[in-house]
């Protein structure tokens, strides 16, 4: 529908140039009135449709999120945790990828780098990449007394954000470039799924699904 509304508002705005220009060839005066009344309603129509095409194209580019992985996670031991990981790419689920982590809650991070709104309203999505899964403790105390538990995804951090964000202050499209990150509890009886948006990651918990087998900590 928003590529109708805009080929309408462009159509429009076509037509009532050609009116107006038409209307100032003619003799008479009162022609020459009427077609230039009827060349700014037209002008008018094609305008408000643009702007309302625009608007939305805006809203949603904004609003986008894009389903990213897939997460499902079980206990086998106090504390320690299995994560099985689904890449979804262009719509297509990837062959599953299991980690042993520790901890109550798991993390997602990656790159991204945020278009400035001009590019982002065009349709642009942010660019992005998961780059690593680890294991996380609810507890600070917790967190620093325990052996570290992260896994590289996709080979780690790749040369086009890293290059991106060198150069973020000099480029005139980009308007930030960083590290994003997202966690959540281990709860098995949850089928996680992370989304991308223009802004970073989510998180979220569609539907619960019961995993045989599986204990709390």
């Not at 964000?165 to 000099?170: A, C, G």
Request: charged share 15%; proline share 6%; aromatic share 16%.
């Amino acid at each position: 529908m928003l590529a109708w509304l805009g080929w309408v508002g462009i159509f429009l705005l076509t037509c009532g140039v050609l009116f107006g220009l038409g209307a100032l060839s003619r003799s008479g005066v009162f022609g020459k009135l009427r077609g230039v009344a009827f060349s700014v309603v037209l002008l008018s129509l094609g305008s408000l449709c643009l702007g309302f095409w625009v608007s939305l194209r805006s809203f949603e580019a904004f609003s986008r999120s894009t389903l990213v992985a897939e997460v499902h996670c079980r206990w086998f031991g106090q504390k320690q945790f299995a994560l099985s990981l689904v890449p979804v790419r262009h719509g297509t689920r990837q062959p599953a990828q299991t980690f042993r982590l520790r901890g109550d809650q798991w993390t997602i991070s990656g790159g991204i780098v945020k278009w400035h709104p001009w590019l982002t309203a065009l349709g642009v999505p942010s660019y992005h990449k998961l780059t690593r899964v680890s294991g996380r403790f609810a507890k600070a105390a917790e967190e620093q007394a325990a052996p570290a538990s992260a896994f590289e995804l996709n080979g780690g951090v790749d040369w086009v954000w890293w290059w991106l964000y060198r150069l973020d202050p000099y480029l005139p499209f980009v308007e930030a470039a960083y590290g994003s990150a997202a966690f959540a509890y281990v709860e098995p009886t949850w089928a996680f799924e992370v989304y991308v948006t223009p802004s970073g990651y989510v998180i979220q918990r569609p539907e619960p699904r019961r995993v045989q087998g599986s204990r709390a900590p």
